[in-house]
């Protein structure tokens, strides 16, 4: 059993940063890939980013793309989501995801194994 913690979210006005961090418990940390998923109300689960094993490959969202990055720490057993120039539209909970059994990117929910409990990010405009 891997435990996953997000945290870092929070109130933003839009053209602002925050960054997420997510801790997973695991000896084999650095050899999960990661990923980040986030939920509107009323939407969804959609696919944020995604990092493999080594952090030498990532995935992005068209939607975030160029504004967010994705990164991890593996003396930390740590994943980062760096997100910058926040819109209205990024609001929702935003959700870390291990992937186990296999070092590589998954964009897609199925992929993943382990899921933290979400963090509220807000962006007012």
């Known amino acids: 059993q891997v435990q996953v913690v997000e945290s870092g979210g929070g109130l933003v006005q839009a053209g602002g940063s925050l960054r997420l961090s997510c801790a997973a418990s695991?000896?084999?940390?650095?050899?999960?890939?990661m990923g980040w998923f986030r939920q509107a109300p009323g939407k969804e689960r959609e696919f944020v980013a995604a990092?493999?094993?080594?952090?030498?490959?990532?995935n992005y969202a068209d939607s975030v793309k160029g504004r967010f990055t994705i990164s991890r720490d593996n003396a930390k057993n740590t994943v980062y989501l760096q997100m910058n120039s926040l819109k209205p539209e990024d609001t929702a909970v935003y959700y870390c995801?291990?992937?186990?059994?296999?070092?590589?990117?998954?964009?897609?929910?199925?992929?993943?194994?382990?899921w933290g409990q979400g963090t509220q990010v807000t962006v007012s405009s």
């Open positions: 995801a291990v992937r186990a059994l296999y070092g590589s990117i998954a964009t897609h929910r199925d992929g993943y194994d382990y």
């Open positions: 990092i493999n094993w080594s952090g030498g490959s990532k």
């Open positions: 695991g000896r084999t940390f650095s050899s999960y890939g």
